[in-house]
Every structure is written in structure tokens, then in C-alpha cells.
């Protein structure tokens, strides 16, 4: 069966890794709970007198756009089940899968799930979020309050800010896999018996973040509970990922053709070292070149993968804990001669399904969680094995050939056996999922190099990179590397690198004076990495054709990096995007600092260094005269020599476009930030002031019909010992605003109200030209776009029939479903009765405090 076909409630993938952390509690110490709330609760959901409230939600704020569910799995399974958007701005829209990059289109996931599989008194039992062939779900939430999915946000600007956010975006479900009730869970096929439940709740906390190094990939957090009255034995927990990677708009099954393979280790930053980072990955087989051997939009050229990041911390140690685990892919199908798996000879268990691919029912999944093989790559699978190994080779003929080059296969990536749980506790899992790019290089790598009996000369083609980079981000994220959390005196795993001298101790060779470089945390979560400055609030003022941008720079540059508890800000950018997608946002102005990066000779090493950070141009010109121009001094071959024969050379740490000009000037500059004013608060000293910019940009020469979404980020210097310049994101702050009149103006003017297009003709290609289906989720005879411009800020608009029944009406308000804008109101051409309207002349209504406005609307169908 192909990815096309309804498989089970979702799961997920996409050129990103999906990075496992598997951590203890806090030390991490086993929590014992009071079970009795949790009991009652149980037995109300076993029997399932209420309908459990199941949700999803999706993260939106990075360049990953991900569906998270509270029922045990991840993605919308490539919106193939018309899983929608429940609130917010996209309700009602397709929700995404794992889209990557946000907006384009293109997804690598069709559904993931947690699998936890143990021993509970003398049965094997497994519980799953998707079974992802057979229907099988069994983990569900509560009815009602308690089974709502919540979102907290660390932004302050945010509805949704909490002191207790972890990130940017976190949604936090609970569920439990408890309910037993065959409306909702489906038996066990295989065993011919209703599902028996381990006993556990599960808490679920996923996390995102728009900053440059942490924006492509999203953070969960399991908290698993025992909640049963007996002891959960030999627990193993799984990653189920089946990682269908195309663009829906791509011709043929995309799903049919992925890779799925394992990768250890990397080349570190460090010459003659790897870091080991253990990635099971898929992706797509070519990318999908269009003819020629080009990629376009619509081509998937990336990777997915799974990695465990961290094990049980163990009493007394430092750093990640080793943990065994197992990778394992396989093939399904309704034909049980193509449903295989690699498997070996010493290690085989016969499914009893007659196939040897799809370990169905909860002894073959608890076998396979368990198992520690670890498959070779898929790209690899024609190569005759049965010499040298004891894998078994399929029993189709043809069918090893056929996988190589490109197949619909899941993979299981595996860990355990855990700690025995006894009643009351717990045990932790993280698991990320990370976004890369440019795994295929080139559009005809595939055709040229693809030779089944020498996979090498593919695979060599293939990047890894970007991926590795964006899975190490992902594991520092969490445990930051050098940082001692709990006080403990543990601050990680290090290289030791760049050592000076050596010394012989009784014949071994010992380095000394070497650089200490940590790659891995302490063990103790951290979830936070250094954010870029806050973005600045935006006060935008449309008029005809224009909008004008205002903003303080108090939050952006006053604001303390959380690392360095440095001011680090440097300056702005503004963008303007058709619609709200990073991949849509267009740079139109920039501003910041006249500063300089000093790069000084150090006499014994003959090396140049930064050794501070950027020195704004007053600074320089007070440590060396006023005539002083560090452009004249760019490079080692051309360096300044101070007072004491010191060497520097100096760049300019981004642009240096400062514009003072207009903070006592009043010329009106359009398409340019310009600082319009200083301002001063008190700063924690009494009596000291800290100073800001105020700032304006004006955008002229616009569309008064076509809506704008307008940003400003923040970006500052970087970190000089590890980090390039941070920007925050376009998506943090953006406004949609309409460079028409605005409500203010409307009522201060008694503006009559006007409608466009109108008429409306069927035959003009509006979503061609960006009046509709704006965001690119798929057309349909509900993006269709009347508009209502020169609107008080509240109103109610009411469309009649000649005959004078009503057609529909709705309420234009602040933050209303129907509400472009304060000024600005749009209809869907959908009646009351939701059906679409017929051609003809209808009459609408504006109730305002202006009074009642009438006109007449012309739709040309």
C-alpha cells in the first residue's frame, strides 16, 4: 500500500532529523505520584462514557510548520485525512505535516508515533500512537478541559506569554493509553483480542523556536507515568516514522521512491575528529528533478532522520549515559511477498503474517523494539549478502533491486531496556525533529551515479552536512554544552584541541595548555539556546498607497543577551511579504550601528584575533584621534599601527547604515529606516539613563487593494567565541495591514465604503494574481475574495438577494474571522446555508456608527 492510502491516525518526517533525547527525571530521580485522581480517571475513559477530546495543533513559528495531536501522533499524515486547523489564524486550513521550508509546500512526513512496549505481569504488551498499517490507535485524552491542548510562549508580546514557557511556541497535551472502548481502539488484529493497556499517561511537550540556529526543528518532551498497580518490566520505546517525502502538487506517487539508512558519525569542526551523532534518516530518492535534471519549488532535496541524543543519567556521572538501540525498516504491503525488512538469520522471528516486513501485534513489536539489529542502508539493499553475513535475502526475486532505487518504507528507530517502573513512576523522553537542506546536490546525481551493485558512487553525492549541523543545534539546545545546570561540577563532554605543548611522562606522550571545546551537555536539560534581540512592537498607519512604520528600540536594544549578558544589538531589518511564510518575506530596508570589528596581532602566536567586541566609530575616534578612518585599514596586508607599535586591522561588523540625519530634520524619506528621535528610561541605577532610537519607515508607491505583511526584526553582533550574528525572526512581530484609509480616518471623514472586485468575474484569474488562496494551502470555492474597504472598525455587513433575503451576514471587529484589517472586511461568496452563491445583483448593508451604507454587488459566474 502506497503513502497515498489511508494507514492509521498519522505520523511524520522530512529533511530533518528526528533527534531522540532520552533523559531520567532529575537526577534523574523516579517520581512517585498520588494514583488515585489518575485511577478515577482511568476507569471514566476505560469505559468511555465521554468522547475523549481529541485536538491537534500546529507550530507555526519557525521555518518548520509541524501538526502535533494530544492522541499519540505527529504530523497530518501529508493532509491526506483533512485534518484542519482547530484555532487561530489557520483555522479551518489543511494542517500541515512536517512542512519544510515553512510555506513551500513541500513535506517529509506522513506520520510518526511513539511505541512503548514492556513486560506487565506475564504478558508482552505494546501500546502505540499509530500502528501506521492496521488502524490501530490507543493512546487517547481526556473528555472536556483536561484534555484541551495548551500554549504557553516565552515572547512577551504573545496572548499566550507564560513566565513558564520553554520557547517560542509550546503546546503541552496529556494523554493516556487506558481506553479500551472498540469504538475508538481497534483490537489486536494479529492477537484477536481488545487492546490491553500498559497503564500509562503520557505528558506531552513540544517546544519551538524562530531563531537562525533553532528555527528547523521542533523539541517534545514525553513524560511517561506509571500509573497501573503493577511494575512496567523491561521497557523499550520507539520512534515509529514513516517519512513520505514530495510536494502535493507533484506529479506521480512521491511516496513511493524514499530512502531510508543510518548515519554515525560526522566530520567534526575539528581537523581529524568525527562526532558521533547516530541518525536514522530518510529522504527522497532523486529529490525530483524535473526533465533536465533541475530541481524546482517543487522538489524535495532534503533528509529526515531520527537520533538519540541522550540516555538515563546515571547516579554520579557526567554527560549522556550509554543506551542501546536498534534501527530497523521495512516495506509494507497487502501482498505479503513485498512486505519485508531486512532481518537476520540468528535473530529471525517468523511474524506469522506471512510476511517478513510489518511486525504486527505486540509480540512482533515488542520483538522488533528489542532486537538491537541494525539494518543497512536501503540504497544498499541489492548487494548479495548471503556470502559474508546471515542476513536473509527476500523472497521475491527482484525485490532487493527494486528497494534500492527508491521505495514506500517506514522505518523504527529503537531504545531500552529502561529502568522496571513501578507504580508511580516515571521516565522521560525527548525527541526532536529537525529540518536541513541540500542533501541532493544535483538534479541528475541520481541518473549519472545510481548503480545498484555499487551504491557507493551515489551515496558519495549525497550531503550530509546541513543535517548534522541542525541535529548537533538540536542536542545543544537541550543540554547545553559547558553549562554545569544543576551545580554539580559536570559541565559536559570536551575535546581538548590546539594544545601548544607536550610533555613525556614515563613514555607517554601528554598534550598540555590545549583549548577545552565542549560538544555534549552535562545531562541535565537546559532547553534554551542564545536568542537573538527581542523584535521591536510595530505601530503601522496605512493611508492610500502608503504604509508608515514606527517603533521604539527600548525592548530590542536594551535588552541583555541571555548567554553573554551582554548588550549585543546591532541593528534592523524590515521586510514586506505577500503572505506570513519566511520563505515569502522580501528585504526591503536594513539599519545599524557604525561599528567596526578590531582584529589585533598577537606577537607569539603571529596569529590576528578579535579580541573585544565590535567598537562603535565614536569609541575609535576617541582612542585615536578624529581623523581617524578604520577603512583604510582592511586587512592584515594593510594594518594601523597605534602609539604602542600594535598591529590592527577593522571591518565593519554588517552594513554601518546608520542615518542620524532626521532626528532634527523633518523631510519626509520614503522606503528607508530612518531615527527619527532619541529617548532615555531609568536604568536600575537611580539617576542613570539608558537611550534608544525611535525610528519610521515609510513605504509609498503601494496597492491600495493588495494586502502587505510588514516586519521588523532585531539582529546583533553575534558571539565572538562561537556565534555568527542572531536575527530574530520576520515571523515574530509581522503585521498584515491594507496601504488603504485607515478606521480612524474612515469616521474622521465620513469615507463611504467600497467593494472590490466587483464586479466578480469567475473567468479572472484571481489567484493568479495574489487576491486569492493567498497562503498557497489549496484553492477551493471558499478562498473565493469579495472585499469591503473604507470600514469604521466595527461593523455589520449583511449581503441581501433583490428579493431581500438574506444571503449573509457577519460582523467586522477587531480580530473577526471576517477582518482583514480595522478598515477592510472580506466575503467568502458562501450563503448562510454554506453553499456556494449563483450569478447576479445582490444588495449589501454597512451598520455603523457612520449610519447604514447600501450598494450593489455584481457576480459574474
Same mark, same amino acid.
Given at each position: 500500500?502506497?503513502?497515498?492510502?489511508?494507514?492509521?491516525?498519522?505520523?511524520?518526517a522530512?529533511?530533518?532529523v528526528?533527534?531522540?533525547?532520552?533523559?531520567?527525571a532529575?537526577?534523574?530521580?523516579?517520581?512517585?505520584?498520588?494514583?488515585?485522581?489518575?485511577r478515577?480517571?482511568?476507569e471514566?475513559?476505560a469505559?468511555?462514557a465521554?468522547?475523549?477530546?481529541?485536538?491537534n495543533?500546529?507550530?507555526?513559528?519557525?521555518?518548520?510548520?509541524?501538526?502535533?495531536?494530544?492522541y499519540?501522533?505527529?504530523?497530518?499524515?501529508?493532509?491526506?485525512?483533512?485534518?484542519?486547523?482547530?484555532?487561530?489564524?489557520?483555522?479551518?486550513?489543511?494542517?500541515?505535516?512536517?512542512e519544510?521550508?515553512a510555506?513551500?509546500g513541500?513535506n517529509?512526513l506522513?506520520?510518526?508515533?511513539?511505541?512503548?512496549?514492556?513486560?506487565?505481569g506475564?504478558d508482552?504488551?505494546?501500546s502505540?500512537?499509530?500502528?501506521?498499517?492496521?488502524?490501530?490507535?490507543?493512546?487517547?485524552?481526556?473528555?472536556?478541559?483536561?484534555?484541551?491542548?495548551?500554549?504557553?510562549?516565552?515572547?512577551?508580546?504573545?496572548e499566550?506569554?507564560?513566565v513558564?514557557?520553554v520557547?517560542?511556541?509550546?503546546?503541552i497535551?496529556?494523554?493516556?493509553?487506558?481506553?479500551?472502548?472498540?469504538?475508538?481502539?481497534?483490537?489486536?488484529?494479529?492477537?484477536g483480542?481488545?487492546?490491553?493497556?500498559?497503564?500509562?499517561?503520557?505528558?506531552?511537550?513540544?517546544y519551538?523556536?524562530?531563531?537562525?540556529?533553532a528555527?528547523?526543528?521542533?523539541?517534545?518532551?514525553?513524560?511517561?507515568?506509571?500509573?497501573?498497580?503493577?511494575?512496567?518490566e523491561?521497557?523499550?520505546?520507539?520512534?515509529?516514522?514513516d517519512?513520505?517525502?514530495?510536494?502535493?502538487?507533484?506529479?506521480?506517487?512521491?511516496?513511493? %521512491?524514499?530512502?531510508? =539508512? *543510518?548515519?554515525?558519525?560526522?566530520?567534526? &569542526? !575539528?581537523?581529524? @575528529?568525527? #562526532?558521533?551523532?547516530?541518525?536514522?534518516?530518510?529522504?527522497?530518492?532523486?529529490?525530483?528533478?524535473i526533465?533536465?535534471?533541475?530541481?524546482?519549488?517543487?522538489?524535495?532535496?532534503?533528509?529526515?532522520?531520527?537520533?538519540?541524543?541522550?540516555?538515563?543519567?546515571?547516579?554520579?556521572?557526567?554527560?549522556?549515559?550509554?543506551l542501546?538501540?536498534?534501527?530497523?525498516?521495512w516495506?509494507?504491503?497487502?501482498?505479503?511477498?513485498f512486505?519485508w525488512?531486512p532481518?537476520?538469520?540468528?535473530?529471525?522471528?517468523?511474524y506469522?503474517?506471512?510476511?517478513?516486513?510489518?511486525?504486527?501485534?505486540?509480540?512482533?513489536?515488542y520483538?522488533?523494539?528489542?532486537?538491537?539489529?541494525?539494518?543497512?542502508?536501503?540504497?544498499?539493499?541489492?548487494?548479495?549478502?548471503?556470502?559474508?553475513?546471515d542476513?536473509?535475502?527476500?523472497?521475491?526475486?527482484?525485490?532487493?533491486? %527494486?528497494?534500492?532505487? =527508491? *521505495?514506500?518504507?517506514?522505518?523504527?528507530? &529503537? !531504545?531500552?531496556? @529502561?529502568? #522496571?517502573?513501578?507504580?508511580?513512576?516515571?521516565?522521560?523522553?525527548t525527541?526532536?525533529?529537525?529540518?536541513?537542506?541540500?542533501?541532493?546536490?544535483?538534479g541528475?546525481?541520481?541518473?549519472?551515479?545510481?548503480?545498484?551493485?555499487?551504491?557507493?558512487?551515489?551515496?558519495?553525492?549525497?550531503?550530509?552536512?546541513?543535517?548534522?549541523?541542525?541535529?548537533?543545534w538540536?542536542a545543544?539546545?537541550?543540554?547545553?554544552?559547558?553549562?554545569?545546570?544543576d551545580?554539580?561540577g559536570?559541565?559536559?563532554l570536551f575535546y581538548?584541541?590546539?594544545c601548544?605543548d607536550?610533555?613525556?611522562?614515563?613514555?607517554?606522550?601528554?598534550?598540555?595548555?590545549?583549548?577545552?571545546?565542549?560538544?555534549a551537555?552535562d545531562g541535565?536539560?537546559?532547553?534554551?539556546?542564545?536568542?537573538?534581540p527581542?523584535?521591536?512592537?510595530?505601530?503601522?498607519?496605512?493611508?492610500?498607497?502608503?504604509?508608515?512604520?514606527?517603533?521604539?528600540?527600548?525592548?530590542s536594544?536594551?535588552?541583555?543577551?541571555?548567554?553573554?549578558?551582554?548588550?549585543?544589538?546591532?541593528g534592523?531589518?524590515?521586510?514586506?511579504?505577500?503572505?506570513?511564510?519566511?520563505?515569502?518575506?522580501?528585504?526591503?530596508?536594513?539599519?545599524?550601528?557604525?561599528?567596526?570589528r578590531?582584529y589585533?596581532?598577537?606577537?607569539?602566536?603571529?596569529?590576528?584575533?578579535?579580541?573585544?567586541?565590535?567598537?562603535?566609530?565614536?569609541?575609535?575616534?576617541?582612542?585615536?584621534?578624529?581623523?581617524f578612518?578604520?577603512?583604510?585599514?582592511p586587512?592584515?596586508?594593510?594594518?594601523?599601527?597605534?602609539?604602542h607599535?600594535?598591529?590592527f586591522?577593522f571591518?565593519?561588523?554588517?552594513w554601518?547604515?546608520?542615518?542620524?540625519?532626521?532626528?532634527?530634520?523633518?523631510?519626509?524619506?520614503?522606503?528607508?529606516?530612518?531615527?527619527?528621535?532619541?529617548?532615555?528610561?531609568?536604568?536600575?541605577?537611580?539617576?542613570?539613563?539608558?537611550y534608544?532610537?525611535?525610528?519610521?519607515?515609510i513605504?509609498?508607491?503601494?496597492?491600495?487593494?493588495?494586502?502587505?505583511?510588514?516586519?521588523?526584526?532585531?539582529?546583533?553582533?553575534?558571539?565572538r567565541?562561537m556565534l555568527?550574528p542572531l536575527e530574530?525572526?520576520?515571523?515574530?512581530n509581522?503585521?498584515?495591514?491594507?496601504?488603504?484609509?485607515?478606521?480612524?480616518?474612515v469616521?474622521?471623514?465620513?469615507?463611504?465604503?467600497?467593494?472590490?472586485?466587483n464586479?466578480?468575474?469567475?473567468?479572472?484569474?484571481?489567484?493568479?494574481?495574489?487576491?486569492?488562496?493567498?497562503?498557497?494551502?489549496?484553492?477551493?470555492?471558499?478562498s473565493?475574495?469579495?472585499?469591503?474597504?473604507?470600514l469604521?472598525?466595527?461593523?455589520?455587513?449583511?449581503?441581501?438577494?433583490?428579493?431581500g433575503?438574506?444571503?449573509?451576514?457577519?460582523?467586522?471587529?477587531?480580530?473577526?474571522?471576517?477582518?482583514?484589517?480595522?478598515?477592510?472586511?472580506?466575503?467568502?461568496?458562501?450563503?448562510?446555508?454554506?453553499?456556494?452563491?449563483?450569478?447576479?445583483?445582490?444588495?449589501?448593508?454597512?451598520?455603523?456608527?457612520?449610519?447604514?451604507?447600501?450598494g450593489?454587488?455584481?457576480?459574474?459566474?
Amino acid at each position: 500500500m502506497s503513502g497515498s492510502v489511508w494507514r492509521g491516525p498519522l505520523v511524520a518526517a522530512a529533511l530533518f532529523v528526528i533527534v531522540l533525547l532520552l533523559v531520567a527525571a532529575p537526577g534523574f530521580a523516579r517520581m512517585k505520584q498520588d494514583l488515585t485522581a489518575e485511577r478515577g480517571r482511568l476507569e471514566t475513559l476505560a469505559r468511555a462514557a465521554v468522547v475523549p477530546n481529541t485536538q491537534n495543533r500546529s507550530h507555526r513559528v519557525g521555518n518548520v510548520w509541524m501538526t502535533i495531536t494530544n492522541y499519540g501522533f505527529f504530523g497530518s499524515q501529508f493532509r491526506q485525512s483533512q485534518l484542519n486547523e482547530m484555532e487561530g489564524p489557520y483555522a479551518g486550513m489543511p494542517a500541515p505535516s512536517f512542512e519544510f521550508p515553512a510555506g513551500s509546500g513541500v513535506n517529509y512526513l506522513f506520520q510518526g508515533a511513539l511505541w512503548f512496549g514492556a513486560i506487565v505481569g506475564t504478558d508482552t504488551l505494546v501500546s502505540v500512537g499509530a500502528d501506521g498499517w492496521q488502524h490501530v490507535n490507543e493512546t487517547f485524552p481526556v473528555d472536556g478541559e483536561a484534555g484541551t491542548i495548551r500554549e504557553l510562549s516565552n515572547r512577551q508580546s504573545s496572548e499566550f506569554f507564560s513566565v513558564d514557557a520553554v520557547s517560542e511556541q509550546d503546546y503541552i497535551a496529556v494523554y493516556y493509553d487506558t481506553l479500551t472502548d472498540q469504538t475508538y481502539v481497534a483490537p489486536d488484529p494479529d492477537a484477536g483480542r481488545p487492546h490491553r493497556p500498559i497503564g500509562l499517561k503520557i505528558t506531552q511537550k513540544s517546544y519551538s523556536w524562530s531563531y537562525d540556529y533553532a528555527q528547523d526543528f521542533i523539541l517534545i518532551d514525553f513524560i511517561l507515568h506509571n500509573i497501573s498497580t503493577q511494575v512496567i518490566e523491561k521497557p523499550y520505546m520507539a520512534l515509529y516514522v514513516d517519512a513520505d517525502c514530495w510536494h502535493e502538487a507533484s506529479p506521480g506517487a512521491g511516496y513511493a %521512491d524514499d530512502y531510508s =539508512g *543510518y548515519l554515525e558519525t560526522v566530520p567534526s &569542526s !575539528f581537523p581529524g @575528529l568525527l #562526532d558521533t551523532i547516530n541518525i536514522a534518516w530518510t529522504a527522497d530518492n532523486d529529490g525530483d528533478p524535473i526533465s533536465g535534471g533541475v530541481f524546482n519549488y517543487l522538489s524535495p532535496t532534503g533528509i529526515s532522520g531520527t537520533r538519540v541524543v541522550r540516555g538515563p543519567s546515571e547516579p554520579g556521572g557526567c554527560g549522556p549515559a550509554p543506551l542501546h538501540y536498534a534501527f530497523n525498516w521495512w516495506t509494507s504491503n497487502g501482498d505479503t511477498r513485498f512486505d519485508w525488512g531486512p532481518r537476520k538469520e540468528t535473530n529471525y522471528r517468523d511474524y506469522g503474517t506471512g510476511g517478513d516486513g510489518t511486525p504486527a501485534g505486540d509480540l512482533n513489536k515488542y520483538y522488533i523494539m528489542s532486537n538491537r539489529e541494525f539494518d543497512y542502508d536501503q540504497l544498499f539493499s541489492a548487494i548479495d549478502y548471503s556470502e559474508s553475513t546471515d542476513w536473509r535475502a527476500p523472497k521475491q526475486p527482484g525485490l532487493a533491486r %527494486d528497494i534500492a532505487d =527508491g *521505495y514506500d518504507t517506514r522505518y523504527l528507530f &529503537s !531504545f531500552g531496556p @529502561l529502568a #522496571d517502573m513501578e507504580p508511580g513512576e516515571s521516565t522521560y523522553v525527548t525527541v526532536g525533529y529537525v529540518g536541513g537542506e541540500g542533501f541532493h546536490v544535483n538534479g541528475d546525481d541520481f541518473q549519472r551515479f545510481y548503480n545498484p551493485d555499487n551504491p557507493n558512487l551515489f551515496y558519495e553525492k549525497l550531503d550530509f552536512s546541513d543535517f548534522a549541523v541542525n541535529a548537533q543545534w538540536a542536542a545543544w539546545v537541550f543540554d547545553n554544552p559547558g553549562v554545569d545546570t544543576d551545580s554539580s561540577g559536570c559541565f559536559g563532554l570536551f575535546y581538548e584541541v590546539n594544545c601548544k605543548d607536550t610533555v613525556n611522562i614515563g613514555g607517554e606522550i601528554v598534550y598540555e595548555n590545549c583549548d577545552t571545546v565542549y560538544y555534549a551537555g552535562d545531562g541535565v536539560p537546559d532547553f534554551k539556546g542564545p536568542p537573538p534581540p527581542p523584535a521591536p512592537n510595530l505601530d503601522v498607519v496605512a493611508g492610500p498607497g502608503k504604509l508608515t512604520i514606527r517603533w521604539t528600540g527600548q525592548r530590542s536594544e536594551l535588552a541583555p543577551d541571555d548567554f553573554t549578558l551582554r548588550r549585543d544589538f546591532e541593528g534592523y531589518r524590515a521586510y514586506v511579504a505577500d503572505f506570513n511564510t519566511l520563505v515569502s518575506y522580501a528585504l526591503v530596508a536594513s539599519w545599524d550601528l557604525v561599528d567596526f570589528r578590531r582584529y589585533d596581532l598577537n606577537p607569539s602566536s603571529g596569529r590576528w584575533v578579535q579580541n573585544n567586541d565590535p567598537i562603535r566609530l565614536d569609541t575609535l575616534l576617541m582612542m585615536y584621534g578624529e581623523d581617524f578612518d578604520p577603512l583604510l585599514y582592511p586587512s592584515p596586508e594593510a594594518p594601523f599601527t597605534d602609539e604602542h607599535d600594535s598591529l590592527f586591522y577593522f571591518e565593519p561588523q554588517d552594513w554601518n547604515q546608520a542615518n542620524l540625519s532626521r532626528i532634527s530634520g523633518t523631510d519626509t524619506v520614503f522606503n528607508e529606516i530612518q531615527q527619527i528621535a532619541i529617548d532615555s528610561v531609568e536604568s536600575a541605577v537611580p539617576g542613570v539613563y539608558d537611550y534608544f532610537g525611535v525610528y519610521e519607515l515609510i513605504l509609498d508607491n503601494l496597492l491600495p487593494s493588495q494586502p502587505y505583511y510588514i516586519s521588523v526584526t532585531a539582529f546583533d553582533y553575534g558571539n565572538r567565541e562561537m556565534l555568527a550574528p542572531l536575527e530574530s525572526s520576520p515571523l515574530v512581530n509581522a503585521v498584515l495591514s491594507y496601504p488603504a484609509n485607515s478606521a480612524d480616518r474612515v469616521v474622521a471623514e465620513g469615507l463611504k465604503v467600497m467593494v472590490y472586485p466587483n464586479p466578480y468575474r469567475i473567468s479572472d484569474d484571481y489567484r493568479g494574481r495574489g487576491y486569492e488562496d493567498r497562503e498557497r494551502s489549496g484553492w477551493s470555492e471558499r478562498s473565493r475574495r469579495v472585499h469591503f474597504v473604507n470600514l469604521p472598525e466595527r461593523a455589520k455587513i449583511t449581503i441581501f438577494t433583490l428579493d431581500g433575503d438574506i444571503v449573509r451576514e457577519f460582523e467586522h471587529e477587531p480580530g473577526g474571522i471576517f477582518s482583514s484589517s480595522s478598515s477592510t472586511a472580506w466575503w467568502d461568496l458562501i450563503t448562510r446555508n454554506t453553499q456556494a452563491v449563483v450569478s447576479g445583483i445582490y444588495i449589501y448593508a454597512v451598520e455603523s456608527e457612520l449610519g447604514t451604507q447600501l450598494g450593489k454587488i455584481v457576480l459574474i459566474k
